[in-house]
């Protein structure tokens, strides 16, 4: 990668972190409540590493916030870029579905899967983790928006699902995630992350076994990550704020 492409990506980084910043002062949530995860879909590792080292070296990340953390949507791709940036132990998520002959492949990397939205995928996981005697940090999704288009359990559905999945020794159920409505109604789109919200806050409120640290959101793209920080996101997923457009996907 090149220096120019270098210092792009680390432009990029800061100024989504301002954008992240003005966000939480105009919600009235302190600096640093909202996590970072850079949605990596399509970039190759070199630019990801360039974002990552521009995170860990870098003298705008404002004292005591987290590092970001990487998420994959495919696990072909995580597999093939997380052992190249394996020196910089990046927390990787898994984003996108995860199909069932996908999961050994993806517990290689993934520390948290946040797309499960069946009790079969939560099953399957936690079998997996048996087996290689470990835990997995899990989110529930929800799909808020109602389009067919999009993964996730009906917000209706969403409690008794995550209640099941914390039920699962191996699991440890962190919270929520959902993909806002594509919508240009900024109305619709806060309705869909408030729904999450009321699914955390249901769940929370009735303390299942396995469920008290079910607080996360994550919610909130690009396009829309202000509509989601006033809702109480706790983790924005970015793309194209960091890595600039993604490219066309094969026909
Ligand atoms: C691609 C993707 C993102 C990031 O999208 P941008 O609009 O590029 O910020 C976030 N979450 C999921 C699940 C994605 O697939």
């Known amino acids: 990668m090149s220096d120019d492409g270098v210092a792009e990506v680390a432009a990029r980084l800061a100024a989504a972190r301002r954008r992240l910043r003005a966000a939480e002062a105009s919600a ?3 600096p640093g409540s909202v996590r970072l995860l850079l949605a990596t879909k399509t970039m190759e590792a070199a630019v990801v590493r360039a974002a990552l080292v521009a995170d860990r070296d870098g003298t705008d990340r404002p004292a005591g916030e987290l ?3 990487v998420g994959e949507n495919r696990v072909q791709e995580l597999v093939a870029k997380a052992p190249e940036l394996a020196d910089l132990a990046p927390g990787w998520h898994v984003i996108g579905p995860l199909q069932s002959n996908k999961v050994n492949a993806a517990l290689r990397w993934a520390a948290c899967v946040q797309s499960v939205d069946d009790l079969a995928l939560a099953e399957r996981l936690q079998r997996r983790c048996e087996a290689v005697d470990r835990t997995l940090e899990v989110l529930v999704q929800v799909n ?3 389009e067919a288009t999009k993964s996730g359990v009906p917000p209706a559905a969403a409690a008794d699902l995550a209640v099941r999945v914390a039920a699962l020794d191996r699991l440890r159920l962190r919270g929520f995630m959902t993909i806002g ?3 240009p109604d900024e109305g619709v789109v806060r309705a869909g992350f408030a729904a999450l919200r009321d699914v955390r806050d249901e769940v929370l409120a009735r303390g299942a076994p396995g469920t008290a640290d079910a607080g996360e959101l994550s919610m909130g ?3 829309d990550l202000e509509a989601a920080v006033a809702e109480g996101a706790t983790l924005v997923r970015l793309g194209t704020a960091v ?5 066309a996907a094969p026909a």
């Open 67 to 69: 590092p970001v953390l």
């Open 181 to 183: 409505a594509r919508s």
């Open 243 to 247: 890595f600039g457009a993604r490219p």
């Open 144 to 146: 808020v928006s109602g």
């Open 221 to 223: 793209m690009s396009g």
């Open 28 to 30: 009235g949530r302190p």
